[in-house]
Structures are given as C-alpha cells and as structure tokens.
C-alpha cells in the first residue's frame, strides 16, 4: 500500500504518521502526474515579491517571500521559464530560491517560475513529459536517464557533495551501528526513484546487505520526516538540513552516516559527489541556448554570493518559512556548518561525475553493466560562459 505525500503531511500536522510499506520495494507516493496532480506547489515568480529580501548588491533584509502560490511580477520581454525543484526548503536546494531573493533572476533577464515538488523523481518525470522545462535536483538522475535511453545534463553544479545524512532513532542506538545492520529494516527515504533512494540503496548494498531484505519508505521530508520517525513507522531515514538539526536537537535521532563534508561524501561514497545541480533535456539546452545562459547567469552570481556571506546573512534573505521549524538561528548555524557543500564556481567538480557512476552502477539495473558517456551528462560550457549580473 502506498502513501501520497498528501497523506504524508496530513497524518504529520495531526500528529499521527502510519506507513505502509512492502519489502523488496520502496513505498511513497511515486507517479507520472502533472505538477498540479503531483501536488507541486508554484511557490515563487522571478522579481522579490512585497517584503522579501534585498536585492542583488544590498545587505540582508527581514522581509520573507511570497505565499505559496504567488508569483513576482513578470518582467516584460524577457524569456518565460519553470522550474521544479525537489524539496524548495532544503538548504541543499538554497540557490533556487535565494536567487529569486536577491532579484538575480530580474537581473538576469528572465522570467523564472519556481514549483516544489518534495521528491526529485516526480520532478524529473515531469521534466521528461514536458511540464516544466527543467529540474532543481541531484545530478545523478542524469546519468540514470541516459541509462534508459533518454538524453538530459546538468548546466550547473551547485553542491559538490550531498549534504545528505544517515539518521536513526535514539531508541535504536544500540542496535544499529553502521549500514551493516539494516537488514529487517524501514529506512526512510523522500519517495521511490529520488537520489535518496539511490543514496539508501547504494549504502545498503555496500554494507553486504541485499537492498531486497530492507523496507524504503518514502516520508518526505521535514515534519513528515520527523513525524515518520517519532511514531516508529521509519528505524532510519535519509534527510538534509533543516530536518537534521531538528531531528538532532529533540533528541529523537543520532547520526549513523553524515555527508555534509567532502570527507564524509568520501568516507560513505567513495569520493566527491555531485549532488545539486539545474538539468534539463539536451534536446531542450541545444534549442535555447541564450535562455539557459541567462539563467545559469543567475545561478553562478547566486554561489558567488553564498560563498561572502554567512549563515546569518542568508537566513535573512529567505522567506521566514524555510527555517519555522528549527528557528533562524540553528538554521544559520547549520548553514555554516556546512557550508562546504556548496560549489563556488557552479563548474562540475573533475572527479565527480565517475564517483556518481560507480556508486549507481553497484546497484541501479538502469545503469549496472550500461555504457555511459558522462560527457553527455553535463556540461560546463554555461558556467564558463556567465558573466557578471549589472
């Protein structure tokens, strides 16, 4: 039996969480749906809305964005472009809506509408179907698609490691202490087909542990993450920051596997691990090369920004809602404790995209035992090519 994420967060505001799950397969609420149908939220246009944060060049501001559902005024003449992004309140995903925050997209000259969609499967699947034109999610889904004969690439890389972090509940601490121990297991994960799920699978199978003899539950994140936890439908999930610092600081969780670091994505994943990036389809890039310039504009002047500022600082800049639930204050924190992940020059990291290929292909049929030309799922030629926003 599967859960949508609309269940999902019902059952986590009433404060109840019951997840059915199957072994030797994931459950969530996984599907080919539109935006709307999948529940993705329009949550901003381009242009700072009415006491949103400064723009490009000011000081942080206090002001957050607009409501769910609202768009910033269009700017006249320039491109029209949407965007879903697998989880919008997740620090790893921080560039999309911070450009939007400092006016990057005015400045860059185009119209960029921005859907959350909370798993970067279903993004993807609305990608390829024509929904939006391109995806806020890890740079591994790239590799999986060519696997299955289907042509997208990164423009971008935003994070050089995922951010990413192992936690299991407190009550559990003696009895799992390392992936070895998943066997029997409910391990969260945002939904069937996400790069968590890559993520799980990959550290399951690492560990000698036959990913069949697990239980992946797609929870979300946030609050149904948390939820998922505190009423036991989940022994460990997979979850970045805000959610970790939450989880952490209620003392419902420890950490088991943390790949906040370069160090950490080594220990766990055998080296760098390009995570965060803006993918569209080929055929789409190769068509509209001066949109994909303006935007990737936005975008390396966005990681140009994070890289002089401090937690503090961006959490001023962002809408009050992306850190509610645990507070400013541990959400700059946690920002500058990992600060690390973020790419500074949006160039794909060199040794990157091989260390995404061989933890894929330890586990993944789409890419286990294919040919993959990881030329073709990426390119640095717009990153080389931005120029500074006036």
Wanted: proline share 6%; hydrophobic share 40%; charged share 15%.
């Amino acid at each position: 039996m599967n859960w949508t994420r609309t269940n999902l967060a019902a059952l986590a505001a009433a404060g109840t969480l019951v997840v059915a799950g199957c072994a030797n397969n994931a459950t969530g609420g996984g599907g080919a749906q539109t935006p709307a149908a999948a529940g993705g939220t329009a949550v901003a246009g381009s242009g700072p809305a009415a006491g949103s944060g400064p723009a490009a060049g000011s000081g942080p501001g206090a002001g957050s964005g607009p409501a769910a559902g609202s768009s910033g005024p269009a700017v006249s003449g320039s491109p029209d472009l949407t965007i879903m992004v697998g989880g919008m309140s997740k620090q790893i995903y921080l560039p999309y809506m911070l450009a939007k925050q400092l006016g990057y997209y005015d400045k860059a000259g185009i119209n960029v509408q921005l859907i959350d969609e909370p798993a970067g499967g279903d993004a993807t699947t609305n990608m390829l179907a024509g929904q939006v034109q391109g995806v806020g999610g890890f740079y591994d889904h790239t590799i999986v698609l060519q696997g299955k004969g289907k042509a997208a690439e990164s423009v971008v890389s935003m994070l050089q490691n995922p951010g990413e972090v192992e936690l299991c509940r407190t009550d559990l601490k003696d009895q799992i202490k390392s992936a070895a121990d998943f066997k029997g297991r409910a391990l969260g994960i945002t939904d069937t087909g996400s790069s968590t799920d890559f993520l799980t699978q990959y550290i399951t199978t690492k560990a000698g542990v036959d990913p069949a003899t697990t239980t992946r539950r797609g929870v979300g994140a946030g609050q149904t993450f948390l939820a998922a936890m505190k009423q036991k439908a989940i022994d460990c999930g997979m979850t970045t920051e805000p959610t970790v610092s939450q989880a952490i600081s209620t003392g419902a969780a420890y950490i088991l596997l943390d790949m906040r670091t370069s160090e950490g994505a080594k220990k766990v994943l055998g080296g760098e691990y390009p995570a965060t990036s803006l993918y569209m389809p080929t055929d789409y890039v190769n068509s509209h090369k001066p949109v994909v310039q303006k935007l990737v504009n936005a975008y390396v002047a966005t990681l140009n920004w994070i890289q002089v500022h401090s937690g503090a600082q961006i959490a001023d800049v962002m809408p009050a809602s992306y850190y509610a639930g645990v507070g400013k204050d541990a959400y700059a924190k946690a920002l500058d404790s990992e600060k690390g992940i973020f790419n500074p020059t949006g160039l794909m990291p060199p040794s990157g995209p091989a260390t995404d290929l061989a933890v894929l292909s330890a586990f993944n049929p789409a890419v286990k035992g294919k040919t993959i030309d990881l030329s073709k799922t990426f390119t640095d030629e717009f990153v080389k090519a931005a120029t500074p926003l006036g």
